[in-house]
């Protein structure tokens, strides 16, 4: 018998056996029940762990499928280890075909879905720390390539940044090609590196691996290189010879780390070349600039209104979206420009972006009147970064004017260049004057031997209706300008100023010359010369604004023109026919001057123009618009001697505090007005002062209140002679 099954022991000097006691079912421990387990509970364990083992695969298989749009194509970690990469040089990579089951014919030749590495990302990235790649703020732009036709054309675009040495140039490849590097840019004729930083991110067997392989190759090679560069913006080539893949994958990504994708058309070379030009922060604010475009028309000008519309549809619009149009058309349309305005298709089919969306807008005027105030009133910004382009039915642009207001906006607007300088820039003109204001003489540009910087562009004070860009932020400051304004001009005593531009002007152009010459604002313009025009005004068959046929409006109606109420001249645009014509050049840098090869020059470089078209200093300037404001504050703002100190020092402080969009500074008005202050003595402000000051002198004369005093005193005096 066992021992295990025994319940007394058998030693014989123990003494005698218990024969009498039957035998019981002995009790197994637990340690012999788990190993002598049934066999079916074997099996259902083995079961589970198969269940299991199937839900997992299922899993991992579902995890690699897009969903919802979103390349879901690499489990791996998203933080960067070297270990993941292999850092290993070109030539020993290993090259050998992985072994495969050539049982598909589609899938014979791109068949490999192993694990990914990237085994020569990591020696370029090991000098991340070189171009501060580590932080968010840095000078870093990188260009993405996943075939060779298409490095082959941004090769060349690349170098050409590089040269010009505003932003640390970066190149990735992506492609499944099996070709050194070296011998790549060798072929495209690159010697040496040409001061671009190159990056091999191709996967190991990239030439065998399948399409979700290198999607996934390219996510992973973005993700890193997004954590040791912090490019500012990508640049793509969007034409048919990229990779679709690559393409699809980039967008997600880029918008997914927030970093703005730049598609270049296929012949960026020649039509882009000036992208080559701006920086870094230029470049990151490619998407965020947007421009619409503000068309007045007066009755019966239908013929000009189509031929500005078949030249806007005509111009290049790169790879952005073709601005938004909206049309103020007249009391009364023409039959001809109803018709075509019903067949009108805007954007054009050249057009990148919504080609399907409708970004045409057309408000019909009921009334005639009013029309300066409705015409400020029909735009109004949704942000700062939101810019107006105001066009005359008169005019035609070149095929190229998009082209020069991207270039210019991001230069001046968005650079990181020249910050202290930009806040004086109220918008950039497309339009070159001829004369002077007053049209006695034609408009000489100073000498640059007078002044010195580069005479193809200067700044000026006088405002142009035909064709101009006003950025957003200043829009929004004309905006709150008017509108207090009007509310001063309720209070003031004072008659009306007398109109100062000439009559051709449209009267909101008043406000604008009036807040330009109290805040030292300038229009950027262009002297590039007739045969480089960025734009033609027909006035063949010119008709006045019909603002200008307002009489009614509240900053005044006199008929005196040229003179200000400091004895100044203004400047108005003549509006006799020009011999300029628009025309077809093969790119913006072929325009541009070729002095400085297509490079903008600094804002502090620029000669400045007053308001009436002399020269005059950066300082002077300056005084000028101080002058100015304290005037405006005094004779329209309704404020009082004792406060334009404090109003000076206002807007200094916000000027400082880079508050925009306010122009508090420039009125007196009752909700504004400090209760410490002194009582003004002119203005809206003197009216509520001179009301509570009198208030009190009012109840010390009230007779009802003098009758119940002496009541008050008979009857206190009778009752003292009682008591007595």
């Known amino acids: 018998m066992p021992i295990l099954q025994r319940r007394f022991g058998v030693d014989e000097e123990l003494g005698k056996r218990d024969d009498d006691r039957k035998p019981t079912r002995p009790r197994q421990p637990s340690i012999q029940l788990w190993l002598l387990a049934p066999r079916f509970r074997r099996r259902r364990f083995l079961s589970v762990g198969a269940l299991f083992l199937l839900a997992f695969v299922l899993f991992t298989i579902a995890s690699r499928a897009p969903k919802d749009g979103q390349y879901r194509v690499s489990s791996r970690r998203t933080s960067f280890s070297f270990r993941d990469m292999l850092p290993v040089s070109s030539g020993t990579v290993s090259t050998t075909p992985p072994a495969h089951d050539e049982t598909d014919a589609e899938e014979a030749i791109h068949y490999h879905n192993g694990p990914i590495t990237l085994p020569r990302l990591a020696m370029s990235l090991a000098r991340a720390s070189t171009w501060r790649g580590y932080h968010a703020d840095n000078r870093n732009v990188l260009f993405a390539s996943g075939t060779l036709k298409s490095m ?5 675009l690349a170098c050409e940044m590089a040269r010009w040495r505003r932003s640390d140039v970066h190149f990735a490849y992506m492609g499944r090609d ?37 999607r996934g190759s390219v996510h992973d090679s973005l993700q890193y290189l997004h954590e040791f560069i912090h490019p500012q913006a990508l640049l793509i080539e969007q034409s048919g010879r990229e990779d679709p893949n690559l393409l699809d994958v980039i967008s997600w990504k880029a918008k997914a780390l927030s970093v703005p994708v730049i598609s270049l058309p296929d012949n960026a070379v020649e039509s882009m070349m000036w992208i080559t030009r701006l920086g870094s922060a230029s470049l990151n604010a490619w998407n965020k600039a947007e421009v619409e475009i503000l068309i007045h028309v007066p009755e019966r000008s239908s013929g000009g209104l189509i031929r500005l519309l078949k030249s806007l549809a005509s111009a290049n619009y790169i790879s952005s979206f073709a601005p938004r149009i909206t049309i103020e058309l007249p009391v009364k349309i023409d039959a001809p420009l109803d018709g075509f305005l019903k067949t009108f298709k805007w954007p054009p089919s050249s ?16 009334h005639p009147k009013k029309t300066s105030i409705a015409f400020i009133e029909s735009f109004y910004p949704h942000n700062s970064d939101t810019h107006l382009l105001v ?66 562009y200067f700044l000026w004070q006088a405002p142009n209706p035909d064709a101009t860009l006003y950025f957003g932020d200043k829009w929004l400051e004309l905006h709150d300008f008017v509108r207090r304004r009007f509310e001063a001009q309720q209070f003031s005593k004072k008659p009306p100023i007398e109109r100062r531009l000439n009559k051709r002007f449209p009267k909101w152009m008043e406000y604008l010359l009036e807040l330009s010459r109290a805040r030292d604002y300038h229009l950027l313009y262009p002297h590039f010369g007739p045969e ?70 600094e804002m502090q470089d620029l000669m400045v123009l007053s308001y009436n078209g002399h020269l005059s200093s950066r300082k002077e300037s300056v005084q000028a618009a101080s002058l100015f404001a304290e005037q405006f504050r005094r004779d329209i703002g309704g404020c009082p001697e004792k406060m334009l100190p404090m109003k000076h020092e206002k807007h200094k402080s916000a000027e400082a505090e880079e508050v925009e969009g306010s122009t508090v500074d420039l009125f007196c008005l009752d909700d504004e007005e400090p209760a410490d202050n002194p009582a003004p003595t002119t203005g809206p402000s003197a009216t509520i002062a001179a009301t509570t000051a009198t208030a009190p002198a009012a109840e010390e004369t009230n007779p009802a209140k003098e009758k119940e005093n002496q009541k008050m005193e008979e009857t206190e005096t009778k009752t003292k002679t009682k008591t007595d």
């Open 351 to 366: 057009a990148a972006g919504h080609q399907n969306a409708n970004r045409l807008s057309l408000r019909h005027r009921l």
């Open 391 to 456: 066009l005359s039915p008169q005019a035609e642009v070149s095929p190229h004017f998009y082209h020069y207001l991207k270039y210019t906006i991001l230069e001046y607007k968005y650079s990181a260049y020249g910050t202290g300088s930009r806040h004086n820039l109220l918008g950039i003109s497309l339009d070159s004057p001829i004369r002077y204001i007053n049209d006695t003489a034609p408009f000489i540009l100073p000498s640059p031997a007078e002044k010195g910087p580069n005479p193809s």
């Open 532 to 601: 480089n025009a960025l734009v033609t005004i027909h006035n063949e068959l010119y008709r006045s604004p019909p603002s200008t046929e307002d009489k009614s409006d509240a900053v005044g109606s006199t008929e005196k023109e040229g003179r200000d109420v400091d004895g100044g001249t203004y400047l108005s645009t003549s509006h006799e026919p020009r011999e300029t014509r628009v025309k077809n050049h093969m790119s913006l840098l072929t325009m541009l001057p070729s002095d400085n090869y297509g490079d903008l020059p």
């Open 152 to 156: 082959t054309a941004l090769v060349p």
């Open 178 to 214: 099996d070709v050194a590097l070296h011998d790549i840019l060798t072929v495209n004729g690159v010697k040496g590196e040409c001061g671009v930083n190159w990056h091999d991110a191709r996967p190991d067997h990239s030439t065998y691996s399948s399409n979700a392989r290198m």
